[in-house]
Structures are given as structure tokens and as C-alpha cells.
């Protein structure tokens, strides 16, 4: 089995083996699991079938979720790029696909943790606009869930992707680095500048905290994974015209680690600080539950 810990350990693979990131990292779910190559690939697809009818149930959507917080941003921002925009179309459709399965998860739907619900948007908004605009076929946008899902192992092992672990860089910070990562590979960026990719997207998090008014999934979840969106196409951009991070992808996923240990219990998913304690936020939440919690 190709045996890895780190992002180094994963690239230094795909140089030797000169393969992609994907391809060690089907081979080594094929080991793991023990089963076929073509069976594994049709679990990962499956996973993007359930992205996809997420963006299309979502994108014109008006639906609130129960609490009344959220829902019909991801309509309304549909709406908006038709005819107006400062950003390009890839980056405005990851944006619309973001919120749409972001605001699917917070109507109950089904979406793909990836790597948690909180975060479920970003990886789905980015893959799919950017594989719109490549024109790639549906497998490469498979191949690029695979190296997601790599960078997401090495995170959970050497870091957290529990917000009540590490506060929102965890999740969308993760989710950002695993979309970064993806993109890189689907424009045929080197392994190295998917790892390059993993440290821009994941640093430029780093410090974000879990504050969800009146502990829901709604907000500010779902327009930071709006944020998280725009954030890993930046990083992947950044990947591929050459740009490096002064600190190595596994050194900010160790930061990463050390920063989540750092921050007060109350701003690591328990709603006891930040946008959550606000007077807005405490209202919201009296009117929710009766009273404060």
C-alpha cells in the first residue's frame, strides 16, 4: 500500500511513482477497502452526484430553513450575476454553488460532508465551477475529489476538521485547502503545486473561529462558504502561476493544530462568544429557544 502521513510524504509518491495525487490515492483506497478500482470510483462519483443535485436543488431555492435564518441568498445571488458582477463567471459560479448546497444543508437536504456539513459547500462550488470552465470530463472532476479527500487525511491526522475541535478553520480552512488542491491537479498543475496550493488556502484561515448563532449550522456558516470558495480558487491560482508559500503545507496544517488549541472553548463551536453573543445574535437566539441559553 502507498503509505503516507503528510502532503510531502503524498507528493515525494506521486514524483517517484510519476503519478498524480489522485492516482496514489485511489490506489490506496483500493488497498484499504479492498475492493476494485472501478468500485471505488463509483463510490467517489456517487459522492459528486449528491454535489450536484445539492447545487440544483439549492441555486433557485427560496425555501427558509426552520430557524428563518437562512435561505434564498443563493437564489438571489443567481439573480444578481445574470446581469451584474465585478468577478468573473468562475468565481461567481462557485459563489452560487457554495450557498446553494450550503443553504441545502441548512434546510435538512442531503449534501456530502466534505469534509464536514458545516463546510459542505465549498468543495462542490469550486470542483464543479471551475470544471465547467475547463470543460473536463465528469472522471477528472472525480479524480480531483480523490485528492481532496487525501488532503483532508492528512489534516484530520496532523490537525482537526471538527470546528469544536478547532474552530472554523478546521472546517472551511480544510475545505478551502481541499478545494485549492483539487483545482490545481484539475488544470494540471504539478504535485507541487498542489501542495503549494494547500498551504496558501489554509493559511489564510488560519485563526478562523466556530461562533454559530444559536448553535446552528446556518449563521455565518453559510456565507463563509461562499468565502471559503473564493478563497481556494485564489490559492489555486496563486499554485499555478508559480507562487509558493513561504511555509510548507505540513508546517501550516501543524500551526493549524496548534492555533485550535489555543482558542478559547467558547469560540470552538459552542456559541458562547464571537457573532453568536451579539445582540443580534442573542435576539435571534431568545426568540428561537424562549430564552437564552
Known amino acids: ?3 503516507f502521513s ?7 509518491l506521486a514524483n517517484k511513482q510519476q503519478q498524480s495525487l489522485s492516482e496514489i490515492l485511489i490506489d490506496y483506497e483500493v488497498e484499504k477497502s479492498r475492493t476494485t478500482r472501478d468500485k471505488v470510483c463509483q463510490a467517489m462519483d456517487q459522492c459528486l452526484t ?3 443535485k445539492a447545487v440544483e436543488n439549492g441555486k433557485n431555492s427560496r425555501e427558509k430553513s426552520v430557524s428563518g435564518m437562512v435561505g434564498g441568498d443563493a437564489a438571489q445571488f443567481g439573480e444578481y450575476m445574470k446581469v451584474n458582477g465585478l468577478l468573473g463567471t468562475v468565481t461567481q459560479k462557485a459563489i452560487l454553488y457554495a450557498l446553494s448546497v450550503s443553504e441545502v444543508n441548512a434546510r435538512m437536504g442531503r449534501i456530502v460532508a466534505s469534509p464536514t456539513a458545516g ?6 462550488g469550486v470542483l464543479l465551477a471551475v470544471g465547467e470552465a475547463l470543460a473536463v470530463p465528469r472522471e477528472k ?6 485528492t481532496a479527500a487525501g488532503v483532508g487525511l492528512v489534516i484530520n491526522e ?4 471538527a470546528g469544536a475541535s478547532g474552530g472554523c478553520q478546521a472546517e472551511c480552512g480544510s475545505a478551502s485547502a481541499m478545494a485549492a488542491a483539487a483545482v490545481v491537479e484539475m488544470a494540471d498543475g504539478t504535485p507541487d503545486q498542489v501542495g503549494q496550493a494547500i498551504a496558501l488556502a489554509l493559511k489564510n484561515l488560519l485563526g478562523l473561529v466556530c461562533d454559530p448563532v444559536a448553535g446552528l449550522v446556518e449563521v455565518p456558516c453559510v456565507k463563509r462558504n461562499a468565502f471559503g470558495a473564493v478563497q481556494a480558487l485564489v490559492a489555486a491560482e496563486l499554485a499555478l502561476a508559480g507562487i509558493k508559500s513561504v511555509i510548507p503545507p505540513d508546517e501550516v496544517i501543524t500551526a493549524a ?3 485550535g488549541s489555543l482558542m478559547p472553548q467558547s469560540l470552538r ?3 458562547e462568544a464571537g457573532l453568536a453573543k451579539t445582540p443580534t445574535g442573542q435576539v435571534i437566539e431568545a426568540k428561537l429557544y424562549g430564552q437564552t441559553k
Not at 472532476?141 to 480523490?146: D, K, R, S, T
Not at 496532523?158 to 476538521?161: G, K, Q, Y
Open 50 to 52: 449528491v454535489m450536484i
Open 269 to 271: 463551536e459552542t456559541s
Open 257 to 259: 493544530y496548534e492555533i
Open 158 to 161: 496532523h490537525a482537526s476538521l
Open 141 to 146: 472532476i472525480v479524480a480531483g475529489l480523490f
Open 119 to 124: 463546510s459542505c459547500g465549498i468543495l462542490p
Open 1 to 3: 500500500m502507498n503509505r
Open 6 to 12: 503528510t502532503v510531502i510524504d503524498l507528493i515525494a
